[in-house]
């Protein structure tokens, strides 16, 4: 479906005017009488559900998966950088999904973590796992992270 893309403004010069009008049953109107060099185009609920509704069929087309896991303070090597396999089931290595880390609700236990995820260098995906990597120093505690994947 092809939206439209051309929507215009109102364009004109110096304020809005409006015309008072009484009505018949004793309420007031208010009539736009700006001079316009350009009318713009009506832009209401139609057109927000039309948009609503192309940008729910193209998510469709490109569905997302999220994959918590835990990030332990098990790593691979005695000197840098260090590595951590992780089983991750259905993750390819052609993904490349946004990380972050997910920080623990007590505050002495998030600052851990938050160091901890910053020694985080980079995750690299596997078909089947991800390997987290530290260039310089290895995190003592582990970290829980999400994985967004679309493909």
């Known amino acids: 479906m092809a939206l439209k893309a051309n929507y215009k403004d109102d364009i004109f010069s110096g304020a809005r ?7 018949a049953d004793n309420t007031k109107s208010f009539l736009d009488v700006t001079e316009y060099s350009q009318e713009g185009d009506y832009f209401g609920a139609n057109e927000v559900n039309e948009m609503a509704a ?3 069929r193209i998510a469709e087309e490109f569905p997302s998966k999220d994959i918590y896991l835990t990030i332990s303070n098990n790593w691979e090597g005695s000197t840098a950088p260090y590595t ?3 089983t991750v089931d259905g993750i390819l290595s052609t ?3 946004i990380v972050d880390v997910i920080l ?3 505050l002495d236990t998030a600052i851990l973590e938050e160091k901890a995820w910053g020694n985080i260098s980079k ?5 089947g ?19 967004k994947v679309v493909r």
């Open 129 to 147: 796992s991800i390997t987290a990597i530290c260039n310089k120093k290895k995190p003592v505690t582990g970290v829980r992270i999400q994985l």
């Open 84 to 86: 951590q396999n992780i």
């Open 54 to 56: 192309e940008i729910n």
């Open 95 to 97: 993904d490349n999904p």
């Open 104 to 106: 623990s609700d007590s």
């Open 17 to 23: 005017k409006y015309m008072q009008v009484n009505n």
């Open 123 to 127: 995750i690299v995906t596997n078909d």
